[in-house]
């Protein structure tokens, strides 16, 4: 009995395994499309109570799959622990649990199941690429890492000291500072902070050329892992 509760949930390749998997995929889509409608200003009660009692419905076949899920797991405790257990948790806990935190939208990280479910080979290839990737240039990030949170410092330092006497409130101190730093050097730019003075624009000019190759070299970085990575592949294969 325990194998074969075991096989439902965790073998979307079955029939029935893929009929529960997607029954579970359309609660929690329809849970997120009822939360959403919640929070619609003046609903009626008649609403409301369709709502509370869709909540109610799919809170139970959640947490009958949770506990499920922990019965069968071959470590119960490493599967509480885990990404998938924990997100599980946190759709179900807001509601037995009376709190200001709504932790109900979490419940759309479990959508990930649906690779599980459609066995998206190829897109499992790509992700497989995309990781070995990343470990080609793991020293080359870290090391940018680095680098852009020095920048980052020193763009925050120079805008304080040529904005801060002409504009005392935007830029009280550098740690104010740090946020326009962060906005102009990955080129988001808000423009609730700007530099008024000559010279916090000229320094600003370079701050944003800096910031454009912030945001081109890991991208070259990862871009060339990513050729190497399917030329070793395409190598194998011939």
């Given at each position: 009995?325990?194998?074969?509760?075991?096989?439902?949930?965790?073998?979307?390749?079955?029939?029935?395994?893929?009929?529960?998997?997607?029954?579970?995929?359309?609660?929690?889509?329809?849970?997120?499309?009822?939360?959403?409608?919640?929070?619609?200003?003046?609903?009626?009660?008649?609403?409301?109570?369709?709502?509370?009692l869709m909540?109610?419905?799919?809170?139970?076949?959640?947490?009958?799959?949770?506990?499920?899920?922990?019965?069968?797991?071959?470590?119960?405790?490493?599967?509480?622990?885990?990404?998938?257990?924990?997100?599980?948790?946190?759709?179900?806990?807001?509601?037995?649990?009376?709190?200001?935190?709504?932790?109900?939208?979490?419940?759309?990280?479990?959508?990930?199941?649906?690779?599980?479910?459609?066995?998206?080979?190829?897109?499992?290839?790509?992700?497989?690429?995309?990781?070995?990737?990343?470990?080609?240039?793991?020293?080359e990030l870290?090391?940018?890492?680095?680098?852009?949170?020095?920048?980052?410092?020193?763009?925050?330092?120079?805008?304080?000291?040529?904005?801060?006497?002409?504009?005392?409130?935007?830029?009280?101190?550098?740690?104010?500072?740090?946020?326009?730093?962060?906005?102009?050097l990955t080129?988001?730019?808000?423009?609730?902070?700007?530099?008024?003075?000559?010279?916090?624009?000229?320094?600003?000019?370079?701050?944003?050329?800096?910031?454009?190759?912030?945001?081109?070299?890991?991208?070259?970085?990862?871009?060339?892992?990513?050729?190497?990575?399917?030329?070793?592949?395409?190598?194998?294969?011939?």
């Amino acid at each position: 009995m325990l194998v074969k509760i075991k096989n439902l949930l965790e073998n979307p390749e079955t029939r029935q395994g893929k009929k529960l998997a997607f029954f579970i995929q359309f609660l929690i889509v329809i849970s997120l499309i009822s939360f959403s409608i919640d929070t619609l200003p003046n609903l009626s009660i008649g609403i409301k109570k369709i709502l509370r009692l869709m909540e109610m419905f799919t809170i139970a076949i959640f947490t009958v799959e949770y506990l499920l899920r922990v019965f069968t797991a071959d470590k119960k405790f490493g599967f509480i622990l885990s990404f998938y257990g924990l997100i599980d948790l946190a759709a179900i806990l807001p509601f037995y649990i009376v709190s200001g935190l709504d932790l109900r939208a979490m419940r759309i990280f479990r959508l990930l199941r649906l690779f599980r479910i459609l066995k998206l080979v190829r897109y499992n290839k790509a992700i497989n690429r995309l990781h070995r990737a990343f470990i080609i240039v793991k020293e080359e990030l870290i090391f940018f890492s680095f680098v852009s949170l020095i920048l980052l410092y020193l763009s925050a330092v120079g805008i304080y000291f040529f904005e801060h006497h002409a504009q005392p409130e935007q830029f009280k101190s550098i740690f104010h500072s740090l946020w326009w730093s962060a906005t102009t050097l990955t080129t988001v730019g808000y423009g609730d902070i700007y530099p008024i003075t000559t010279g916090g624009r000229i320094f600003t000019f370079f701050v944003l050329m800096i910031g454009l190759g912030t945001v081109a070299i890991p991208t070259g970085l990862i871009a060339s892992a990513l050729s190497q990575v399917r030329s070793e592949v395409n190598d194998k294969n011939e």
